[in-house]
């Protein structure tokens, strides 16, 4: 099939037949009532469409605070092993008590 | 007599808000029939409208009046209606498979004789409504501003605030996706 005479065919009929322009009844009033209505503030919807904004805001400065944190903490001196802890907490009472 | 557009103009940024509704009157045939090119269902086709006139009061402030409001106000309405079409392509509901009998009638007829169906045009508009429906935003824009209104290339790019190299391309890409739809639909049906 000819798709490029096909493609010239139904333009042409959607040529022939434009779009009607008829306008609903009393349409221009309908929107000089939304123009003219005193505008009122939804304070919930407000709220949360800031804190939605403030989301991408809050979530840089927590990944930049987190590479901070990270880069700057010294790596902890190595702890005594597992039974020697075990033993110093134990005993740390009976230190304090001594003195 | 009627007052210009100017006169208008300039009383509803003096604060005469009602002047507005003269404006209103005056172009929304215009709007009507543009957006019902985009839109099929009348309360699409209304809200579209109505967004476009209320863009047209709170932007007025912007207009230079270096070119008629009329053209002002279309570019507003062709760039609502693609807006419209692209927050609505996901829910595009007509398929290629679902055709009905006088559309299959008008195919048939005119694989025997591409040269002879003038007849039932109604058949062809559906068809044509069918395949754009299947077209992304920007081919549907520039195809119905390029083949069905006969714009230029240039007139297309300040409607629609692209540049004169991308509605090519786009145009390009377009008429690309319509052939690519045609042969669909003419395989579909086995012509």
Redesign the interface.
């Known amino acids: 099939?000819?798709?490029e005479?096909?493609?010239q065919?139904?333009?042409a009929?959607?040529?022939?037949?434009?779009?009607?322009?008829?306008?609903?009844y009393a349409?221009?009033?309908?929107?000089?009532a939304?123009?003219?209505a005193p505008l009122t503030v939804d304070v919930w919807a407000v709220w949360g469409r800031w804190l939605w904004r403030a989301v991408a805001p809050c979530m840089s400065v927590m990944a930049a605070l987190g590479v901070w944190v990270l880069a700057t903490t010294r790596p902890e001196p190595e702890s005594p092993n597992l039974e020697q802890a075990i033993e110093n907490t134990l005993l740390s009472s009976d230190d304090v008590a001594g003195e | 007599m009627e007052p210009s557009d100017t006169e208008l103009i300039a009383a509803v940024r003096k604060g005469d808000v009602q002047q507005f509704e003269t404006l209103i009157t005056r172009y929304q045939p215009r709007v009507f029939a543009t957006a019902r090119r985009y839109a099929r269902r009348e309360d699409e086709v209304q809200d579209i409208v109505q967004e476009v006139f209320i863009k047209a009061f709170q932007k007025l402030d912007s207009f230079r009046a270096e070119a008629p409001f009329e053209h002002w106000l279309m570019r507003m309405a062709v760039r609502t209606c693609y807006d419209f079409l692209r927050s609505h392509q996901r829910n595009r509901e007509t398929t290629l498979t679902d055709l009905s009998d006088p559309e299959v009638d008008w195919l048939e007829r005119f694989a025997a004789g591409p040269e002879d169906n003038s007849k039932n045009t109604d058949a062809a508009r559906a068809l044509v409504e069918r395949v754009m429906a299947q077209l992304s935003p920007e081919a549907r824009l520039v195809i119905t501003l390029l083949e069905i209104e006969d714009r230029s290339v240039k007139e297309i790019a300040r409607l629609t605030g692209w540049s004169v190299p991308l509605v090519k391309v786009r145009a390009f890409r377009a008429r690309a996706q319509m052939k690519k739809i045609l042969e669909t639909l003419t395989r579909e049906k086995y012509l």
Request: without cysteine; hydrophobic residues 45%; positive net charge.
């Open positions: 099939m000819d798709l005479k096909l493609q065919k139904l333009m009929a959607a040529k022939a037949t434009p779009p009607s322009d008829q306008v609903p349409f221009e009033k309908r929107i000089m939304r123009l003219t």
